[in-house]
């Protein structure tokens, strides 16, 4: 099979998984055809625009429209195209609509669209129309994010052609510190330093718990500084908490490692890859139920999902895990992180595109669920 991505950007969250489909010995070829490199707020971030050299792994930047073309009419009826981001990228878009003069294979690769905030309602019923306008030309939907599902079967979609699906983060070489200092509950938050981000609903929750048990570090660009570092002193929390800055993408693999738990707020995140990448670390992980990512928390050893309206409930799961520190089990996470990664994630991909185009096998399980499933099998094994 041929398999060619459609993007914005080359994205240090999804080349994990593009890389292990060139080599795959059920593709034949992989094209990734992007809009830009990079932007350049996202160089400043560390980010890379490395793909991998492989003879199979095709990169076209910035196509004309001659070029989008050829890519389309090659090897139609075993090429699959995978569309992503349709509404925002012109590029994408056009090569979008150059495909339904053609009979090519098409996929859509979404997140859901937010529904908060003061344009929620217009926001919603502009994506209604949309997804409804051109629903009926894809074969099928894969949807990260927790209530991704949902919304598109509400779009119209039937519920057997939608896949749930996830982002992937590259692996490091960094040695895992299994036993840390457990003296302090220690944890983390990385994002932009915004209200979006929901890091004031963080500090809340923290005003109340035991100041001498815990230790807060934050990494990001401070957006709105004034405001957090006044709401810090507001509630005490300035022996508790430290502003660490903007940190790489490399930096921080390094240094999350050295926490017990990540803590992602937000009010609203199409995923939150940061959730992929504490897990990789062996890390704990708190989210509010607005992460598209909190998909990801299985059961209460990989984390915790709180209702991101309900503050005091977030409350309750940091004192509860003061308390539990000591029994966070790293090798538990470590091994769900597993499945996580670029090679599953790819595999994944190729036994949708079998299953439903070429109906071979049965219908594939998402990574989480795999792990879920073969752990119960494994422990009704050993109870037997």
Same mark, same amino acid.
């Given at each position: 099979?041929?398999?060619?991505? #459609?993007?914005?950007?080359?994205?240090?969250?999804?080349?994990?998984?593009?890389?292990?489909?060139?080599?795959?010995?059920?593709?034949?070829?992989?094209?990734?055809?992007?809009?830009?490199?990079?932007?350049?707020?996202?160089?400043?971030?560390? #980010?890379?625009?490395?793909?991998?050299?492989?003879? =199979?792994? %095709?990169?076209?930047? =910035?196509?004309?429209?001659?070029?989008?073309?050829?890519?389309?009419?090659?090897?139609?009826?075993?090429?699959?195209?995978?569309?992503?981001?349709?509404?925002?990228?012109?590029?994408?878009?056009? !090569?979008?609509?150059?495909?339904? =003069?053609?009979?090519?294979?098409?996929?859509?690769?979404?997140?859901?669209?937010?529904?908060?905030?003061?344009?929620?309602?217009?926001?919603?019923?502009?994506?209604?129309?949309?997804?409804?306008?051109?629903?009926?030309?894809?074969?099928?939907?894969?949807? %990260?994010?927790?209530?991704?599902?949902?919304?598109?079967?509400?779009?119209?979609?039937?519920?057997?052609?939608?896949?749930?699906?996830?982002?992937?983060?590259?692996?490091?070489?960094?040695?895992?510190?299994?036993?840390?200092?457990?003296?302090?509950?220690?944890?983390?938050?990385?994002?932009?330093?915004?209200?979006?981000?929901?890091?004031?609903?963080?500090?809340?929750?923290?005003?109340?718990?035991?100041?001498?048990?815990?230790?807060?570090?934050?990494?990001?660009?401070?957006?709105?500084?004034?405001?957090?570092?006044?709401?810090?002193?507001?509630?005490?929390?300035?022996?508790?908490?430290?502003?660490?800055?903007?940190?790489?993408?490399?930096?921080?693999?390094?240094?999350?490692?050295?926490?017990?738990?990540?803590?992602?707020?937000?009010? #609203?995140?199409? #995923?939150? !890859?940061?959730?992929?990448? !504490?897990?990789?670390?062996?890390?704990?992980?708190?989210?509010?139920?607005?992460?598209?990512?909190?998909?990801?928390?299985?059961?209460?050893?990989?984390?915790?999902?709180?209702?991101?309206?309900?503050?005091?409930?977030?409350?309750?799961?940091?004192?509860?895990?003061?308390?539990?520190?000591?029994?966070?089990?790293?090798?538990?996470?470590?091994?769900?992180?597993?499945?996580?990664?670029?090679?599953?994630?790819?595999?994944?991909?190729?036994?949708?595109?079998?299953?439903?185009?070429?109906?071979?096998?049965?219908?594939?399980?998402?990574?989480?669920?795999?792990?879920?499933?073969?752990?119960?099998?494994?422990?009704?094994?050993?109870?037997?």
């Amino acid at each position: 099979m041929r398999i060619v991505y #459609w993007e914005n950007i080359i994205s240090q969250h999804k080349l994990p998984y593009f890389e292990y489909l060139a080599k795959s010995k059920e593709v034949g070829e992989f094209v990734l055809v992007v809009e830009e490199e990079l932007s350049q707020q996202l160089k400043e971030q560390g #980010w890379h625009s490395k793909v991998p050299k492989l003879s =199979n792994f %095709s990169l076209v930047v =910035n196509p004309s429209n001659k070029t989008i073309n050829e890519i389309l009419l090659e090897n139609q009826s075993n090429s699959f195209h995978v569309f992503s981001g349709i509404r925002s990228i012109p590029m994408v878009f056009s !090569a979008f609509q150059e495909s339904l =003069n053609l009979n090519v294979n098409r996929i859509l690769l979404t997140e859901s669209v937010n529904t908060l905030g003061l344009r929620a309602i217009s926001r919603r019923l502009a994506s209604f129309f949309i997804e409804r306008k051109f629903l009926k030309n894809y074969d099928l939907v894969l949807g %990260s994010g927790a209530s991704t599902q949902k919304w598109y079967v509400e779009c119209g979609l039937e519920i057997k052609n939608f896949y749930p699906f996830l982002y992937a983060v590259q692996d490091t070489e960094t040695k895992i510190i299994k036993n840390l200092d457990n003296e302090l509950l220690k944890l983390v938050f990385v994002g932009r330093v915004e209200k979006a981000k929901g890091l004031d609903v963080l500090l809340e929750a923290l005003k109340s718990s035991d100041k001498g048990k815990f230790k807060l570090d934050i990494y990001g660009d401070l957006v709105e500084d004034v405001f957090f570092k006044k709401l810090v002193n507001d509630l005490n929390l300035n022996n508790n908490v430290e502003f660490k800055g903007v940190k790489s993408n490399l930096e921080l693999r390094n240094l999350l490692q050295q926490y017990h738990m990540l803590v992602l707020p937000s009010r #609203w995140d199409g #995923w939150g !890859a940061v959730i992929n990448e !504490a897990i990789a670390s062996g890390l704990k992980v708190i989210c509010s139920d607005r992460c598209g990512a909190s998909i990801l928390i299985i059961n209460d050893k990989i984390g915790h999902v709180f209702n991101v309206n309900k503050s005091q409930s977030l409350t309750n799961i940091i004192e509860q895990t003061i308390t539990d520190k000591n029994t966070i089990d790293r090798d538990y996470i470590l091994e769900y992180s597993n499945y996580l990664k670029g090679d599953k994630v790819a595999q994944y991909l190729i036994d949708i595109i079998n299953f439903h185009y070429k109906n071979k096998g049965s219908r594939p399980l998402p990574p989480w669920e795999k792990f879920q499933l073969e752990k119960n099998i494994n422990t009704q094994n050993s109870v037997n």
